[in-house]
């Protein structure tokens, strides 16, 4: 984070983010007490930043009150982080710690990197049962017995499903299962010495079954028993384990559902038949525009969207924390299709997105799938998802993790375009036979300038996964072909379709200075404007502009009116609120700094940096993008 990229307005405590005031006695700076104890739960959840320095009052507002001996501070960090006696481990490096001025004063930032697994727990004063937290919303909590014991055997098993399980034999497998996963093996090996084995031989060539030599003992794998075993055997192993498969009608995240696959004794129970049940019902009926594969001159009913739904599922179940209490859950739902495995992810989100890196859980169910042709080679399964997901223009997937209630990864899989149909059709009016030629990324940057009017390199950069030379070639070669015109220079340099009018405000109002209003009415400089209900209507904007609360018809002023009620009410309302209020207000309609200022009761200098913040987060959009700091600016929702 760049310095001139904070900004203490917006900051909020949470999962990843923790304020303190480290005055000390004599006022002049110390390293607080309960400094370690938010380390070590950074360090066990998902890494996060302290701010020493900063005050908050009641109203969750923060004040920069600054150390005056920033070297003290500085030097009680490095101290302690050395000294296993007071923190089990070191995970700063020089980047991690830095003085940042804020308004004239000093505060120091803390970067606590998530800790891998084979370090975790960290903890306090040589006990982790006793000084290891977590993290949970803006709380350090001390870890539960079970979570620390899951830690430590995390950290010493690279595959937690390899291990013998002692009196677990054939009588507990689905002799069903086994006899199914042997065909399909045979039908993709058939030539394999494997074919000839008995089940036992065959079960011990897989990973399934395993001899222990020290002991004179064979018994099944927890791989195996996973895999072929009986519902009953299973839980007798892992009584957490629990398999669940739901489609939902509508797209809400309620309990409803219109068919369902669970432990309910009908079946096996064990991971081979829940795969194979599940994938026939995810891609049943698939009733969506997808994209479909040629081999040689044949279709193939196998899409990407197939590939990926199987690799998702695959992937749910080899990474699971079967000691875990939460249960694999799949969801279908007209809008997407939902995947949560227990436990958390072994290798940082970024890193599993990138690929080509992997520390998989359960490495022998990993085998076993692949001996069929399931589940992509390690460290590529994720990445391959995001690829096909954008073949099709669909939202990115979202990979993600939760430790309430229970420690749980999630996969969503959203079926929401990227590219409404109407902003297609516009483009394809417009462009013509070029349309046709564009590639899945020049489609993505024209939508994304057909619904906001003007983007640039780093707004493009953040929606698809090219690299910033790539990019800057794509934009070079949309302006060369006459698709897209630049305005600006260097890093200000912004893009716009080159069918479109780029209106500014004088465009509108007349290079005079505005607008003058009179007993009859609005007068404006332009011609080419008509008044509608106190808004002005130009040919150019898809919304009217609306320029003060007298300009308002009573209907339209008693609903912003009610819209704006909190902030009209309360001298301090958060910021998310006073974000979704803006947006609220700005829904269907450009309205001005000074109506909004007058409609929320708040000063226009404080509102305008409310406005670029979300100008800047794509989700406002001006309406003279070419001046955008000119007075008569205004403002709609995207």
């Not at 700076?29 to 009641?58: H, V």
């Not at 839980?235 to 957490?240: E, K, V």
């Not at 200000?492 to 009859?520: N, P, Q, R």
């Amino acid at each position: 984070m760049d310095i001139i990229e904070f900004d203490i307005a917006t900051l909020t405590e949470g999962i990843d983010v923790e304020c303190k005031l480290a005055e000390g006695k004599d006022g002049h700076g110390a390293l607080p007490k309960d400094f370690w104890e938010s380390y070590s739960a950074f360090a066990n959840t998902f890494g996060g930043d302290i701010y020493l320095g900063i005050k908050e009052f009641k109203n969750h507002q923060f004040e920069a009150v600054g150390i005056q001996n920033t070297e003290k501070v500085l030097s009680e960090i490095w101290t302690g982080v050395n000294n296993q006696e007071l923190i089990s481990c070191n995970l700063l490096n020089n980047d991690s710690v830095r003085i940042i001025t804020v308004d004239s004063v000093q505060i120091i930032h803390v970067h606590i990197p998530r800790a891998s697994r084979n370090l975790k727990p960290i903890y306090r004063r040589n006990n982790p049962m006793t000084g290891s937290y977590q993290r949970q919303n803006s709380a350090d909590i001390l870890c539960s017995a079970e979570t620390i014991k899951r830690m430590l055997a995390e950290q010493v098993d690279d595959s937690r499903d390899d291990q013998l399980l002692a009196n677990f034999n054939l009588g507990d497998l689905d002799l069903d299962s086994l006899k199914s996963y042997r065909q399909i093996y045979a039908t993709l090996h058939p030539d394999n010495a494997r074919n000839q084995y008995d089940d036992i031989a065959f079960l011990t060539s897989i990973g399934a079954w395993k001899r222990d030599r020290q002991f004179n003992i064979e018994a099944l794998t927890a791989a195996g028993l996973l895999m072929f075993g009986k519902m009953i055997s299973i839980q007798d192993a892992f009584p957490n384990f629990m398999l669940d498969y739901q489609e939902r009608e509508q797209a809400k995240a309620e309990q409803r559902w219109s068919d369902r696959l669970t432990l309910d004794g009908s079946w096996s129970g064990n991971l081979f038949d829940f795969y194979y049940k599940v994938i026939r019902k995810l891609t049943a009926d698939l009733d969506i525009k997808i994209p479909f594969k040629l081999e040689g001159d044949l279709r193939q009913e196998n899409t990407f969207v197939h590939d990926a739904l199987r690799e998702a599922l695959v992937n749910t179940l080899v990474h699971a924390d079967f000691t875990g209490r939460a249960s694999i859950f799949i969801v279908k739902r007209p809008d997407m299709f939902g995947f949560r495995n227990p436990g958390l992810m072994r290798i940082p989100i970024e890193q599993a997105i990138n690929g080509y890196e992997s520390d998989c859980r359960n490495r022998k169910l990993h085998q076993m799938f692949h001996f069929i042709g399931l589940g992509e080679r390690a460290g590529s399964g994720i990445p391959n998802i995001f690829e096909w997901w954008h073949s099709t223009n669909w939202k990115a997937p979202y990979l993600h993790e939760k430790t309430i209630p229970y420690e749980q990864t999630l996969f969503e899989l959203r079926m929401v375009d990227l590219i409404p149909q109407n902003i297609k059709d516009e483009l394809q009016q417009h462009l013509g036979k070029k349309y046709n030629s564009l590639s899945p990324e020049e489609l993505l940057i024209l939508s994304t300038a057909a619904s906001e009017t003007t983007i640039s390199h780093a707004r493009i950069n953040g929606l698809i996964s090219e690299h910033s030379h790539d990019l800057s070639v794509i934009l070079h070669k949309l302006t060369d072909d006459g698709i897209l015109k630049s305005n600006g220079y260097g890093q200000g340099m912004t893009y716009h379709l080159a069918y479109k009018i780029l209106l500014s405000s004088d465009d509108v109002f007349g290079d005079t200075g505005g607008l003058e209003v009179s007993s009859g009415g609005l007068e404006v400089s332009s011609g080419s404007l008509e008044v509608s209900s106190g808004g002005l209507i130009i040919e150019e904007l898809k919304y009217p502009i609306f320029l003060s609360l007298s300009d308002l018809d009573i209907q339209l002023k008693q609903q912003l009116e009610d819209i704006a009620l909190n902030p009209r009410t309360k001298k301090q309302i958060p910021e998310d609120s006073m974000h979704a209020i803006i947006i609220s207000l700005c829904r269907g309609r450009y309205l001005t700094l000074k109506l909004l200022s007058e409609i929320v009761d708040r000063n226009e200098d404080y509102l305008r940096r409310k406005l670029n913040i979300l100008c800047r987060n794509k989700l406002l959009i001006r309406a003279f993008p070419k001046n955008p700091n000119d007075p008569r600016q205004a403002y709609t929702s995207i």
